[in-house]
């Protein structure tokens, strides 16, 4: 039995994270939930009761043994040393830490052993990587992926709660005939159109979302795989879908990948095209799995294969992986950062 | 100074043909405007006046010299050869004759000269197509394009003016907290959701959208050119986008490439990701231009480079093009037959 704080309780992926602990019982013994002046004060139903919003300050750490971050990176950045010196684990849901060197970045299914390395700090990975390397970490450990080309449709909540309401408030008025309000959370309208920009731009034309999904599949499946990505947001509430075309060293059929990937963890076909079954972002709300589909072979390259792959980004994209390494700790022992453990061996 | 027919002038195709034509102010010294028994007897605006719908039989034609054909493929695999047979030339906008030896498949900025040698059909390729090979030809003409990998974004005009209001009446209900009306022109909820079927599965598991994308661009631009497709329905009116990867023969900067695309017929760069300038399908509604963006280098293999682009389905990809053709057949004294014309020379 552990004791839990959940840092940004209130946002979208917060809220999803007391979801995601309250359905699986995860074994808490006491449960902190955080936020910032704005939202501290009001009160969340949790596993039965309704419970306060407390404000997040440097002391919030001291009786806490997992925070489960996801405040922002700014906030992370602020507050994760803080928590991990007072001896709790942080698995942090934003981009603050997923490159350090000294922080594991961890997918329970994909590389669950890179978690016991922690400093008390564990990242969390971003929404379309974490998808992406459940669905392809089967087919790379049968086949080698040799390169990744990936275009994603990413869902409004990604970019929070108010995207999302932002999103809705703009196509409620584009399909009564009213003026739209303004885009704040976004760049551009978002109701019915497609934004080919998530986060910055970065000085190669890449945005930082694309960027991520390279360089945390190298950290977490690969380093050798080739990856290039385009990503997209589109006005879907719930749910990133990704188009993804992998070239392997060894063949894969598509009736070798459909087996592979059926007896995958955290992966559910859905390949069934004669007959209308493919994984779609609305059916993917609310649940943990990630969908595979549209399996087929390309046969302009050796080795191609093209996937749809589907998955809840609040959920498997954020709250239930960083619930799951929660449990990989507890599971394995590893709540203690590695450095005191090697401490202690000598 | 021509007769025109448009056949399925009331659906969505039908009527941007009707505005196209008069937009470009097209030489037409009569016009006719052909359905079904469904929507005969209704009237249209065009050109200042509104005209009646007349009801489409197998003597429509005999007073024609140009009839732009989009009544869906089961009409004009019936009435084209009728209308030709009448002695006018049909430019088709379904998929009936695109694949057919005999009949030219053509987007004018890439292969005008494949009109000339028409028997009286000509082919208006599909709406994927066509916005992907304008922008990809001068690449192609410059650098050679060994092999494309392509994920659409596809708008439901692209399903008919029926599939809009399906969209919208589901959208509206849903944002209402109302019953969603059922789907029918969609397999599947199309409101808020990404649905990656277009079109019917062949049995290599690829639709008959993606096959068209595939067989198409060989015809049109390059037999030689390895394309695989992906095509995916989004929650957008009007617009198609298209994540596009290409590997090409010799070296393109992304500084060649948005050169060579600023002076290509019926391209617009928009490329300045700093100042967040890249083409949406909400901004190219009503516009003729293809629109082109986020163009990068792709180091993960030789000479890659990815690109976004964006063009209205119902306008270039459909009315638009047809259009042009016929403005082509005019301009080159094209409207007879090759066959007649071979005839006539000996």
Same mark, same amino acid.
């Not at 902190?32 to 949790?46: D, P, Q, V, Y």
């Given at each position: 039995?552990?004791?839990?704080?959940?840092?940004?309780?209130?946002?979208?992926?917060?809220?999803?994270?007391?979801?995601?602990?309250?359905?699986?019982?995860?074994?808490?013994?006491?449960?902190?939930?955080?936020?910032?002046?704005?939202?501290?004060?009001?009160?969340?139903?949790?596993?039965?009761?309704?419970?306060?919003?407390?404000?997040?300050?440097?002391?919030?750490?001291?009786?806490?043994?997992?925070?489960?971050?996801?405040?922002?990176?700014?906030?992370?950045?602020?507050?994760?040393?803080?928590?991990?010196?007072?001896?709790?684990?942080?698995?942090?849901?934003?981009?603050?830490?997923?490159?350090?060197?000294?922080?594991?970045?961890?997918?329970?299914? %994909?590389? *669950?052993? !890179?978690?016991?390395? /922690?400093?008390?700090? =564990?990242?969390?990975?971003?929404? +379309? #990587?974490? &998808?992406? %390397?459940? *669905?392809? !970490?089967?087919?790379? /450990?049968?086949?080698? =992926?040799?390169?990744?080309?990936? +275009? #994603?449709? &990413?869902?409004?909540?990604?970019?929070?709660?108010?995207?999302?309401?932002?999103?809705?408030?703009?196509?409620?008025?584009?399909?009564?005939?009213?003026?739209?309000?303004?885009?704040?959370?976004?760049?551009?309208?978002?109701?019915?159109?497609?934004?080919?920009?998530?986060?910055?731009?970065?000085?190669?034309?890449?945005?930082?979302?694309?960027?991520?999904?390279?360089?945390?599949?190298?950290?977490?499946?690969?380093?050798?795989?080739?990856?290039?990505?385009?990503?997209?947001?589109?006005?879907?509430?719930?749910?990133?879908?990704?188009?993804?075309?992998?070239?392997?060293?060894?063949?894969?059929?598509?009736?070798?990948?459909?087996?592979?990937?059926?007896?995958?963890?955290?992966?559910?076909?859905?390949?069934?095209?004669?007959?209308?079954?493919?994984?779609?972002?609305?059916?993917?709300?609310?649940?943990?799995?990630?969908?595979?589909?549209?399996?087929?072979?390309?046969?302009?390259?050796?080795?191609?294969?093209?996937?749809?792959?589907?998955?809840?980004?609040?959920?498997?994209?954020?709250?239930?992986?960083?619930?799951?390494?929660?449990?990989?700790?507890?599971?394995?022992?590893?709540?203690?950062?590695?450095?005191?453990?090697?401490?202690?061996?000598?």
């Amino acid at each position: 039995m552990v004791r839990v704080a959940v840092m940004g309780a209130t946002g979208a992926v917060g809220r999803e994270m007391l979801l995601t602990l309250e359905q699986r019982h995860f074994p808490y013994s006491s449960i902190k939930l955080l936020a910032s002046e704005r939202s501290a004060g009001t009160t969340l139903l949790f596993d039965g009761a309704m419970r306060p919003v407390e404000l997040l300050t440097e002391k919030s750490f001291d009786d806490v043994d997992i925070v489960l971050a996801s405040a922002g990176a700014s906030v992370s950045k602020q507050f994760a040393p803080i928590a991990a010196k007072a001896g709790a684990v942080v698995i942090d849901n934003t981009s603050a830490f997923r490159m350090d060197p000294d922080v594991p970045l961890v997918v329970p299914e %994909v590389n *669950a052993e !890179a978690a016991q390395g /922690h400093n008390g700090i =564990i990242a969390n990975p971003n929404c +379309s #990587t974490i &998808q992406m %390397v459940v *669905a392809l !970490a089967p087919l790379h /450990h049968a086949a080698g =992926i040799k390169r990744i080309v990936v +275009s #994603t449709y &990413q869902a409004t909540s990604g970019a929070g709660a108010s995207a999302m309401a932002e999103m809705a408030a703009q196509s409620k008025a584009q399909l009564n005939g009213e003026p739209l309000p303004p885009a704040k959370k976004f760049r551009y309208t978002m109701a019915f159109n497609c934004l080919p920009q998530i986060d910055v731009f970065l000085d190669n034309g890449y945005t930082k979302e694309e960027m991520k999904m390279i360089n945390e599949t190298h950290k977490i499946l690969d380093p050798e795989i080739r990856v290039t990505a385009t990503t997209v947001r589109v006005p879907v509430f719930r749910g990133h879908s990704e188009s993804v075309n992998i070239e392997t060293k060894k063949k894969l059929t598509v009736a070798d990948a459909q087996a592979i990937l059926a007896k995958a963890p955290g992966c559910v076909v859905l390949d069934d095209p004669a007959n209308g079954i493919y994984p779609m972002p609305i059916y993917a709300e609310g649940r943990d799995a990630t969908y595979i589909g549209r399996i087929r072979e390309d046969d302009t390259v050796a080795n191609g294969l093209n996937l749809w792959i589907v998955s809840d980004n609040l959920r498997k994209g954020a709250a239930l992986n960083a619930v799951q390494i929660a449990e990989l700790l507890l599971e394995r022992g590893w709540l203690k950062p590695s450095a005191e453990v090697q401490t202690t061996e000598g």
